[in-house]
T-cell receptor, first 115, second 112 residues
Framework: KAGVTQTPRYLIKTRGQQVTLSCSPISGHRSVSWYQQTPGQGLQFLFEYFSETQRNKGNFPGRFSGRQFSNSRSEMNVSTLELGDSALYLC??????????????FGNGTRLTVT | AQSVSQHNHHVILSEAASLELGCNYSYGGTVNLFWYVQYPGQHLQLLLKYFSGDPLVKGIKGFEAEFIKSKFSFNLRKPSVQWSDTAEYFCAVNGNNNDMRFGAGTRLTVKP
């Protein structure tokens, strides 16, 4: 069974631009979560989706947004990019309705560099 | 919201040494607890989890963790580490609010 697929693997953007990252969960998984990973802050929760509904959102500014489609695929968007947005963005899917009682399966991430 | 503290940033051990990585969390309600591992060049993967029942849980590759509710702790242990255990280890807590919180991670280096 294919794992969680994130595209693209690498992105280089300029300050002020916007970016869209994509995530395809494991087949049959309906819950998708997004995390930002940086050396200084570790993994920080962005948001979690189930059945196209956002279940929870972390403490990130409104420039960070996401959505989930009917096929469970998810996208996250970051507008007006800042240098501090440079990070590895991880997507994870889980079989259950949420990450509370269903382990996360992570993708390899999208490495975003903002210059 | 809950928070997670991992006490050790970087641990260096020789093969066959015993390992214990600390993890404490702050959350007043019921939690589910996880340890994830990231081997060099690989994605994060589940090592073990605790939902309920026996507070001593066993995971893959000989790892185990003990949930001590009174101490809000979920420490990871392995009696004898191998070089292949070199990785970064993350403790995670979910307090039934669809908000999985991760610790900052502990990098383990095992010297052959």
């Amino acid at each position: 069974k294919a794992g969680v697929t994130q595209t693209p693997r690498y992105l280089i953007k300029t300050r002020g631009q916007q970016v869209t990252l994509s995530c395809s969960p494991i087949s049959g998984h309906r819950s998708v979560s997004w995390y930002q990973q940086t050396p200084g802050q570790g993994l920080q929760f962005l948001f979690e989706y189930f059945s196209e509904t956002q279940r929870n959102k972390g403490n990130f500014p409104g420039r960070f947004s996401g959505r989930q489609f009917s096929n469970s695929r998810s996208e996250m968007n970051v507008s007006t990019l800042e240098l501090g947005d440079s990070a590895l963005y991880l997507c994870a899917s889980s079989r259950g309705q949420s990450s509370y009682n269903s382990p996360l399966h992570f993708g390899n991430g999208t490495r975003l560099t903002v210059t | 919201a809950q928070s997670v503290s991992q006490h050790n940033h970087h641990v260096i051990l020789s093969e066959a040494a015993s390992l214990e990585l600390g993890c404490n969390y702050s959350y007043g309600g019921t939690v589910n607890l996880f340890w994830y591992v990231q081997y060099p060049g690989q994605h994060l993967q589940l090592l073990l989890k605790y939902f309920s029942g026996d507070p001593l849980v066993k995971g893959i590759k000989g790892f185990e963790a003990e949930f001590i509710k009174s101490k809000f702790s979920f420490n990871l242990r392995k009696p004898s580490v191998q070089w292949s255990d070199t990785a970064e280890y993350f403790c995670a807590v979910n307090g039934n609010n669809n908000d999985m919180r991760f610790g900052a991670g502990t990098r383990l280096t095992v010297k052959p």
